[in-house]
């Protein structure tokens, strides 16, 4: 739900009280819209609306036009922009991802585990972000950073 709070002050709240509950070395999982993922999914649809940013009032509108609902537009986060984030709340030590990729320690794991709406499309991206992911690896990154979703599991050390 973090696409939902407005400001980096709220969002940094939010993690701050999960942080605060959470025993030394415990585990935060975060699933939310992923900002470098191209297309605006979670609120129009449409291709690099949210990295454009056009006023809200007008991606209210754009969102109400093709998904039929009113709600103010989502503010996203990136991989690298939550670790930050994580990294800079009180008490924090250290942050490492628990999983490799979309909660899974594995990309076949992952594959194989894809499930609710829309799994053909989720298919067809995995597909094509698969030799991202190979590339990646090698600098100790995951095809995390680009898939339409963040799916981490974090262990914070305080």
């Known amino acids: 739900m973090l696409e939902h709070l407005f400001g980096r002050e709220s969002k940094r709240k939010v993690i701050a009280e999960c942080v605060r509950v959470l025993r030394p070395g415990g585990h935060i999982i ?6 470098w993922f191209p ?9 690099l609306v949210h990295w454009i940013a056009p006023p ?16 103010p537009p989502s503010e996203y986060v990136s991989i690298p922009s939550l670790k930050r984030l994580l990294l800079t709340t009180p008490g924090v030590r250290s942050v490492s991802k628990a999983t490799r990729i979309y909660f899974f320690p594995s990309f076949g794991d992952a594959w194989g585990g894809l499930a609710g709406s829309q799994v053909a499309l989720k298919r067809i991206i995995f597909a094509l972000v698969a030799p991202v992911h190979a590339v990646l690896r090698v600098f100790g990154q995951s095809g995390d950073l680009i898939l339409p979703s963040i799916r981490v599991v974090w262990r914070i050390d305080k």
């Open 39 to 47: 297309f605006d999914y979670h609120d129009n649809k449409l291709p």
């Open 30 to 35: 975060v699933e939310t819209p992923n900002q």
């Open 56 to 71: 809200p009032p007008l991606r209210e509108w754009l969102t109400f036009k093709i998904r039929r609902k009113r709600y």
